[in-house]
């Protein structure tokens, strides 16, 4: 029994470390190299940095923790309320082909929100707290202001969530489809086809982890090792899913975007049985203009 905890908490490990650099790696490429001109690829690439910060802090534990395990998950949790305003916006900005600079979107007001709560919580701990030791979270039976607020945040983030895909899902259903356009592939296909992909994508790995993680921890029932490193392991397979099928949409997209450069007409020069005048014309409505010309010179004081 213990050889196979070990062998699941090891599993555990390299799943969280490899999942981390992919995504770490995939959001260096898609901000640094893969680029638009509208910038919707910078929040595409702070989707998946998100994503590698929590592969990442699978590598904690209470012996390599800079913190206390509770203390630090707790301060990383308010971080994760920018994943889905993330996604709505990049879809939003995406399908309506917005250019203007984001800045700091109302979307993103939860998050600071929840944060400067978080923060506050702790700073009180640490000056009205005698013995230094409730911080930590050590004693979880004993109702203190940070447990209720480790306790009220995960129910938060699930329902930020599923409102979120909720949005993203009805917004998704109003784009026109193909078939308005004769089953003609076009830019905007694709786009929307990716878009929903990523949606989709992320919507699944959101319910396996409410069922295998968030679920068990409100009954009360502690998340086995085999379950975190399931979920996990879903999501390394779907970023692993999202990059190949992302390439397969600009290999697409590119091939597109020369195919409709050749089908674009040239312009060539009217030949001159379509011109309005000819050429004799032409010549001698320019020496009437000559003629005036030197007229007006002559008769000039």
């Not at 089953?183 to 929903?196: A, E």
Request: contains cysteine.
């Amino acid at each position: 029994m213990n050889e196979f905890s070990e062998f699941f908490s090891e599993s555990y490990w390299w799943l969280s470390l490899l999942g981390g650099i992919h995504c770490l790696g995939l959001g260096l490429y898609i901000r640094y190299i893969y680029s638009e001109k509208n910038g919707n690829h910078k929040i595409l690439a702070n989707i998946f940095s998100l994503m590698a910060l929590y592969f990442f802090t699978g590598l904690l534990t209470s012996n390599n923790a800079p913190a206390p395990i509770h203390l630090v998950f707790t301060l990383i949790i308010p971080v994760y309320f920018l994943v889905m305003p993330l996604l709505y916006l990049y879809c939003d900005r995406s399908l309506n082909d917005i250019e203007q600079a984001i800045g700091f979107s109302r979307h993103f007001y939860p998050a600071l929100f929840i944060a400067v709560l978080v923060i506050i919580a702790i700073v009180y701990r640490l000056l009205f707290d005698n013995h230094g030791t409730g911080i930590g979270l050590s004693q979880p039976t004993e109702a203190t202001d940070l447990s209720l607020l480790a306790m009220l945040l995960p129910a938060l983030l699930f329902i930020q969530t599923g409102l979120y895909f909720y949005y993203i899902i009805k917004m998704l259903s109003r784009y026109p489809g193909r078939a308005s356009r004769l089953h003609q592939d076009s830019l905007k296909d694709i786009k929307f086809r990716w878009l929903l992909v990523l949606t989709l994508a992320l919507m699944s790995n959101w319910l396996i982890r409410a069922v295998l993680i968030i679920l068990p921890f409100y009954l009360g029932d502690q998340a086995i090792m085999v379950n975190q490193a399931t979920t996990r392991l879903t999501m390394l397979l779907t970023v692993y899913i999202l990059a190949i099928y992302g390439l397969n949409q600009i290999t697409r997209a590119a091939y597109l975007r020369g195919k409709l450069a050749q089908q674009q007409p040239q312009r060539k020069p009217m030949p001159a049985s379509q011109q309005l005048l000819s050429s004799e014309e032409i010549a001698y409505l320019h020496q009437l203009m000559q003629e005036e010309k030197q007229n007006k010179d002559l008769n000039r004081p």
